[in-house]
């Protein structure tokens, strides 16, 4: 029973060319992550959202975007997508922030851009 | 700056025997330690955590040990069986950052466990 869903698991897109990656959980939790993991490098943390505040990583380009319409869902957009975007991207769920959290992940969507 | 690192990129062990892998951290801030596991072509997967306020966790086949003075945590399986062949990775947080304990990951072991 799949907790954390991804879609799709791969997707192809143009240099350029808008994407959207979603993210659904059955958890319920109030914390939604989006990491991006290139090679066998360790998960980089991009934004979070804690219910429906979001939180930027100092470092995340302007280039993504992301989306919470309810608690279920989370979209990663990437406006123009270069070649330096093609990574796995991972979603990842907290029942909150603070105290000991243990995050889920889901299976991830690689992206490759042409 | 890598707070959390993971020197051995890939270890190899026989069937039947332990694994030992080892993850450092340089932030003392850190006080929640976690194990993650992943397969190819899927995402991290949670393996067994332990609070700074112990120095040992069981699970199973699955032991995590904590030595803060050190700023060093090891995961030991065992006995190893081929199917813990995966890449694992180690993660931190802090509970009192004010981002709220994001977690921060070492760059991961590969480990091969031959039948």
């Known amino acids: 029973d799949a907790m954390v869903i991804q879609n799709p698991r791969y997707q192809v897109t143009q240099f350029g060319k808008p994407v959207t990656l979603s993210c659904s959980q059955t958890?319920?939790?109030?914390?939604m992550y989006w990491y991006q993991q290139k090679s066998s490098q360790a998960p980089k943390l991009l934004f979070h959202?804690?219910?429906?505040?979001?939180?930027n990583e100092a470092d995340t380009p302007d280039n993504f975007q992301s989306r919470r319409p309810n608690t279920s869902f989370c979209f990663l957009d990437i406006r123009s997508p270069g070649l330096g975007d093609a990574a796995m991207y991972l979603c990842?769920?907290?029942?909150?922030?603070?105290?000991?959290?243990?995050?889920?992940f889901g299976a991830g969507t690689r992206l490759s851009v042409l | 700056d890598q707070q959390v690192k993971q020197n051995s990129p890939s270890l190899s062990v026989q069937e039947g025997r332990i694994s030992i892998l080892n993850c450092d951290y340089t932030?003392?801030?850190?006080?929640?330690f976690l194990w993650y596991k992943k397969y190819p072509a899927e995402g991290p997967t949670f393996l067994i955590s332990?609070?700074?306020?112990?120095d040992k966790n069981e699970d199973g086949r699955f032991t995590v040990f904590l030595n803060k003075s050190a700023k060093h945590l090891s995961l030991h399986i065992v006995p190893s069986q081929p199917g813990d062949s995966a890449v694992y990775f180690c993660?931190?947080?802090?509970?009192?950052?004010?981002?709220?304990?994001?977690?921060?990951f070492g760059g991961g072991t590969r480990l091969m466990v031959k039948p």
């Open positions: 932030n003392s801030m850190f006080d929640y």
């Open positions: 993660a931190a947080s802090a509970s009192t950052f004010n981002a709220g304990n994001m977690l921060t």
């Open positions: 990842a769920t907290s029942k909150r922030l603070g105290g000991k959290n243990i995050q889920y």
């Open positions: 958890l319920n939790h109030n914390v």
């Open positions: 332990i609070s700074s306020i112990k």
């Open positions: 959202y804690y219910d429906k505040d979001f939180n």
